[in-house]
């Protein structure tokens, strides 16, 4: 996983159009600024709990985590390694603050749906991926949020069978599969 990783994305790992955006995203950031973890795998359990968000949650709209990717992990694991929600995180994901934000009071950033995909061109931009990503993304936020989510849903309801999917989660390229915080997961399952 790269050590500079300043967000994680949580994607769904077995949905063929989630997998081609965060290779996409991963090869356009070669500063390694974002790391991911497919939804489905283990890894993903410390991320979702240090966000206060569950599976179902982030099942439709990816989310965008905001904060080192070792401190979002320790967020979500006490002293022994298990998996423990932080005080004063909502069971669900309600604390919305404004375009599909959320702060959490462990500090970090939630973006979802179409806020995280703005956020994620964003992040590929500034880790030195292509210019257009950060024209694209400044003019993203022009839209009214409710019009790009409503763009994004239309895409999160067909994907599967407009897009299709896999029985597993999906193997990145190798020179990307650094990037992962479920890498040892994939590689199980490749070897499988």
């Given at each position: 996983?790269?050590a500079?990783?300043?967000?994680?994305?949580?994607?769904?790992g077995?949905?063929?159009v989630?997998?081609?955006?965060?290779?996409?995203?991963?090869?356009?950031?070669?500063?390694?600024?974002?790391?991911?973890?497919?939804?489905?795998?283990?890894?993903?359990?410390?991320?979702l709990?240090?966000?206060?968000?569950?599976?179902?949650?982030?099942?439709?709209?990816?989310?965008?985590?905001?904060?080192?990717?070792?401190?979002?992990?320790?967020?979500?694991?006490?002293?022994?390694?298990?998996?423990?929600?932080?005080?004063?995180?909502?069971?669900?994901w309600?604390?919305?603050?404004?375009?599909?934000?959320?702060?959490?009071?462990?500090?970090?950033?939630?973006?979802?749906?179409?806020?995280?995909?703005?956020?994620?061109?964003?992040?590929?931009?500034n880790?030195?991926?292509?210019?257009?990503?950060?024209?694209?993304?400044?003019?993203?936020?022009?839209?009214?949020e409710?019009?790009?989510?409503?763009?994004?849903?239309?895409?999160?309801?067909?994907?599967?069978?407009?897009?299709?999917?896999?029985?597993?989660?999906?193997?990145?390229?190798?020179?990307l599969?650094?990037?992962?915080?479920?890498?040892?997961?994939?590689?199980?399952?490749?070897?499988?």
């Amino acid at each position: 996983m790269a050590a500079s990783a300043r967000a994680v994305i949580i994607y769904d790992g077995v949905c063929n159009v989630c997998n081609k955006g965060v290779q996409f995203l991963a090869r356009n950031d070669p500063a390694g600024r974002v790391a991911y973890v497919a939804l489905q795998s283990k890894a993903a359990e410390p991320v979702l709990k240090a966000t206060g968000l569950k599976r179902e949650d982030v099942h439709r709209k990816f989310a965008l985590i905001e904060g080192r990717i070792g401190d979002v992990i320790e967020a979500g694991l006490n002293a022994g390694g298990e998996v423990k929600p932080p005080a004063g995180v909502p069971p669900t994901w309600a604390s919305k603050s404004s375009e599909g934000v959320a702060q959490t009071p462990t500090g970090l950033r939630v973006h979802r749906a179409s806020a995280a995909a703005l956020r994620a061109a964003y992040w590929a931009h500034n880790g030195g991926g292509a210019a257009w990503l950060g024209a694209a993304s400044a003019a993203g936020e022009l839209v009214p949020e409710s019009l790009r989510d409503a763009i994004y849903g239309a895409i999160a309801d067909s994907r599967y069978s407009v897009f299709g999917r896999t029985v597993a989660c999906q193997l990145p390229p190798a020179g990307l599969l650094e990037r992962f915080v479920n890498k040892a997961e994939l590689q199980g399952s490749a070897r499988a």
